[in-house]
Each structure stands twice: as C-alpha cells, then as structure tokens.
C-alpha cells in the first residue's frame, strides 16, 4: 500500500522523541499515533498511549489514532483505557466506510465487520468506567458503496445512543481522495456532494454527525502557500521527521527527531527554505505534483515567523 516502506517505531525511539518534545517545550493541537498504517499492528500501542498522556500532559489538546478495529479486542481495549492518564483527553477514530458484511470486503478486501463492531461496541461499553474516550467513526464515500452511506448514518445513530456516557461520539463522512486531489478528484468529489447533501448535520447531546464541506484540494490554478509544511509534522517509524503528512515517499526529510530534537528541525534552515518557496508560490520536489491541502490555512503569524526565522538563518537579506 503506497508502494513506501513503513515499519513499526522501537520503543527507544518513541520515548526519545515524546522526551525531546518535553524537554524543547513543545505544544501541539493534538498528536496521532499513526501514519500510512494501522497502529494497533503495533504489540506496545497502549503502552505508546499511556506514555504519551503522561509525559505530554498540558501540552496537548488530545491523543489519536485511527484504527479499522480489527486488532482492537476487549482485552486491548481494557489495557488501553486502564493505562492512560485520564486528564489526557483521548479520540480513537475507526475507519469502516461500510454497513453491510458484501460492501466491507469489497472496500476492505477481507470480511470483518461483525468482529469491528464487537470491539467497538465493547470499547463503548467500557467508556463509562474507564473514559472518558471521544469515539468517531469514518465513511469514506465512494463508487464502491456511496449506496450504503444512509444506512450507515443509521446504524451508527442508534449505536452511540445505546452506549451515551463516557465520552462523544462523532459520524463523519469524507470524501475520496484521488492522489492528491489528481485526476479523478473532482468526480469523487461530485459524488461526494449528491450523496451527503441531505444528511442532518450538527451536534445533538452527545453526537455529532459531520460531513466534510470544503474540498481538501487546492486547484492548481490557483495554488496558494499549503499549511502542511506549517503544520502537519510527521515522525516516521525510524524517528526521522517529515514536513507534510501527504509526503508519502518522505521527499522532505528533515532529520531523526529522536537524536536532533524537534525543535532545531522544525525551524531549521531546510524547512524555512520549503516554507519560504511557498510563500512565493514556488512549489518544487514534493510538492509540485501535490494539490496542496486545504485542511489548515496560514496566517500573518505563520508568514512572519517564517520571514524573521529566514533573515536570522541568512536565507533572506
């Protein structure tokens, strides 16, 4: 999948790179255990969770990981919930994009819906005693089973309101992504529309039913400066930092975060360079070939940081 090499992060690694973003005083929105993968094909997952709510307390809005649950048993979910730092707010996201056992396997390749549901349903069941845990499940619409996305917004309904304490819980609906909003995208995105477009979205109580309304593309016509390099760090298996989360073959590889530190990565002169070339609306390497996401946008803060961060590098006059 995505024809790139991926592996699972050694424990020393992980723990080396959480204590660097300690030690540099770092603060993010939130942290995802996860890239280009399923984390709980990881045997210390919960572990990783529990070490993150510990050592990041007060510097994170909350811990994730997405997950299509199939690995996520009772006895996982009882270690996970158990061994956390409850005062870190925690979202697991499961990724189903189906609601009937035909559809799962045409989408997912293999047939597991009844086991995912089992584990979800535990894991809710289990929210009240040992949460409070944020639960989302995902739908991604497309050829495949668009057909199934009502029912789906149904199930999931009944479902959270039978298990209601302990936590949210979230039904979103996302449109495909065609290689980066390649060719493609915009039929997906078409298909997207026509099928969500009557769907009641909004919050009530304690579940939120969303759907995704602005394009995660940008039109190549006219690109702006994407915020991933802004704001989407990635931390590979290996340690190594990555500018953007769509940067599948890790074209812009800053360097092992768990021995340099984050922050002299982060704000270092390849990144500032990748930033600066952004703003002038220059995208080269990796990014030429990307739409750019729209998740993020930058503001004044962001261009000025940048622009005072390439003047004390000695990138600008």
């Keep these: 999948m995505h024809g790139v090499p991926k592996g699972l992060m050694p424990w020393d690694v992980y723990t080396a790179v959480v204590d660097h973003l300690v030690a540099e005083d770092c603060h ?7 890239w280009l993968g399923d984390p709980s094909v990881h045997e210390r997952l919960e572990d990783m969770v529990a070490y993150a709510s510990r050592q990041l307390r007060g510097r994170l809005g909350y811990l994730r990981f997405d997950t299509n649950g199939i690995l996520l048993t009772p006895p996982r979910v009882d270690k996970l919930l158990a061994g956390r730092d409850r005062a870190m707010p925690l979202l697991v996201v499961f990724t189903l994009d189906a609601v009937t056992p035909g559809t799962y396997a045409r989408v997912k390749g293999r047939e597991h819906l009844a086991r995912v549901r089992r584990n979800i349903r535990y894991l809710l069941s289990r929210r009240d005693a040992l949460g409070p845990v944020d639960v989302q499940v995902q739908f991604v619409v497309q050829p495949g089973n668009a057909h199934e996305a009502r029912a789906f917004l149904e199930y ?77 760090p990635v931390i590979r298996h290996d340690g190594h930092l990555v500018m953007c989360c769509a940067d ?27 930033r600066l070339a952004h703003l002038a609306g220059r995208f080269e390497g990796a990014c030429a070939g990307c739409g750019g996401i729209n998740w993020y946008a930058i503001g004044p803060s962001q261009v000025e940081t940048t622009r005072r961060r390439a003047v004390e590098l000695g990138l600008t006059g």
């Design 156 to 232: 999931w309904t009944d479902t959270f309101r039978c298990y209601s304490g302990g936590g949210h819980g979230e039904i979103l609906f996302k449109p495909l992504s065609v290689d980066g909003g390649g060719p493609g995208q915009a039929a997906a995105d078409a298909l997207y529309r026509r099928t969500v477009a009557s769907f009641p979205v909004g919050t009530r109580g304690a579940l939120t039913v969303s759907a995704w309304t602005d394009d995660p593309w940008q039109a190549p016509a006219g690109r702006s400066a994407c915020a991933a390099p802004w704001f989407t």
């Design 28 to 34: 993010f929105d939130h942290l995802i255990l996860q």
């Design 248 to 274: 599948l073959r890790s074209e812009l590889d800053l360097g092992h975060a768990g021995e340099l530190g984050f922050r002299a990565l982060w704000d270092g002169a390849r990144a500032t360079a990748v």
